[in-house]
């Protein structure tokens, strides 16, 4: 059987690491053999994994890269893209890659290239949630200008939340010194930081509030959506799929 090499340039907590790490699990789980490789520790203990500097490939092997740019000489190599501007496909030659999964259309379309591609969405766990009822609001995902975190506080607060907790890592101090830090220092605004645990996450608020400029897929919204949280935000509208079909359509690309 050919061995699938999940390599990615982040593996810390965010969407495309969480996707890698349920993918690795998912294709294991099902007779695949699959490692995911990142230069971050945070993954390391939550899938079949390895780091960068360790990467045995071979021409057999089936390549999945994503964030970084990479030739290799395997079997087939398949672009993983879950970024827009931070990643834009137009400024790479795509030839080293035999196919580009996106996670979405409306990615597909920002992206606007020609190569062959397929659509395969995130898993996304139902977790369970029970209204705590309380009077504190969440923000999910990393703290920057383009989550524009500010903006979810203050609507949070305006619509009558007393608190609102943020779970994520600053990803810019410069804008988290000049527009959430002061929040912070009011006594409104708890920096709880990445939790692992959805189900103890979502527990401890009534409702999510989003506010990023734009979003590849929207896995907080269809977290919340599938558990019967109130999100608050624009919302992407997108499919969410069963493991099944995901597993399917993954199969069909890496034959």
Known sequence: MNQIRIVSGWSNPGGSTVF??????????????CTFYGPHDWHLNKCKSGTLNNIPLVEED???????????NVKKHILSCHETNLFPLKDMDLDNYDV???????QKKWHSVNHPSVIIPPIVEKV???DPKNKTAGVVGNIDAHKQVHLSIKKALKEGFEKVLLF?????????NERINPWV?????????HVDNK??????????????????????????KLAGIPFNGPSNNQNILEKEEILKRWKNLLV
């Open 199 to 224: 189900e103890a996450m979502y527990s401890k608020v009534s409702a999510v509030y989003h506010s990023s400029k734009r979003e590849t897929y929207g896995l907080v919204e269809a977290e919340c």
């Open 62 to 72: 089936i390549l999945i890269s994503h964030f970084l740019k990479m030739q290799a």
């Open 20 to 33: 890698f790490i349920d993918l690795c699990n998912l294709l294991n789980d099902n007779g695949f053999d």
């Open 100 to 106: 580009i999964q996106f996670v979405s259309n409306s």
């Open 128 to 130: 369970k949630w029970e």
């Open 185 to 193: 220092d009011s006594g409104n605004v708890g920096l709880v930081g």
């Open 168 to 176: 994520g890592n600053v990803s810019d101090l410069t804008y988290f």
